[in-house]
């Protein structure tokens, strides 16, 4: 199973984009289903201190994609499960659950898009604010490198099926 992962900050159009990939490639006949994130489930529910467990997050989240294993070729998700080390709150385990985070995520056959926003960011059902999805932004970029990640980068409003074609036969 290859995982499709976006990647970006909040607001960049990793929903959106996962939701037309996913249909364009539904439509096209290829055996493939998606994986929305968890952590939209807590923003929508209004459970916010939920936020402080990043080890149940990741749970929730690999939870997810382990199911589809052996059932689908490819899974799509905008909350790749590498974005907790860039949510994880100070607490003791710091260390230790940020290179679990990382085993969890190398242990899929991943496919990787960073997205940048070229629209105008949306802050209805999110948790951060512009400034501080920008931070992010390069949080997420800068954990990649320099964890030899590699990505794909576009940008959001590029983004189609035919350009994630491609990508899939490598």
């Known amino acids: 199973m290859k995982v499709i992962n976006l990647f970006g900050a909040p607001g960049s159009g990793k929903s959106t984009i996962r939701a037309r990939i996913f249909s364009d490639m539904k439509i096209a006949g290829f055996k493939v289903e998606e994986v929305t994130e968890y952590a939209k ?3 929508w529910e209004e459970r916010f201190n939920v936020f402080q467990d990043q080890i149940y997050i990741l749970g929730k989240q ?3 994609l382990l199911r589809l294993q052996d059932k689908v070729d490819y ?3 905008d909350s790749p499960v590498l974005l907790g080390v860039c949510y994880m709150t100070p607490i003791p385990y710091f260390e230790s659950l940020e290179q ?3 085993a969890v995520f190398k242990s ?3 496919i990787n898009i960073f997205l940048n926003r070229t629209h105008e960011y949306q802050e209805y059902g999110r948790n951060h604010n512009e400034e501080e999805a920008n931070v992010l932004s390069n ?3 800068s954990l990649m490198i320099k964890n030899n990640i590699p990505f794909i980068e576009m940008n959001s409003s590029e983004v189609s099926l035919e350009h994630i074609l491609p990508l899939l036969e490598k």
Do not use: A, G, H, Q
């Open 41 to 43: 489930d807590i923003v």
């Open 75 to 77: 899974v799509i998700t």
């Open 139 to 141: 949080d997420i970029k």
């Open 62 to 64: 690999n939870r997810r």
């Open 108 to 110: 899929y056959d991943n």
């Open 100 to 102: 679990l985070i990382i």
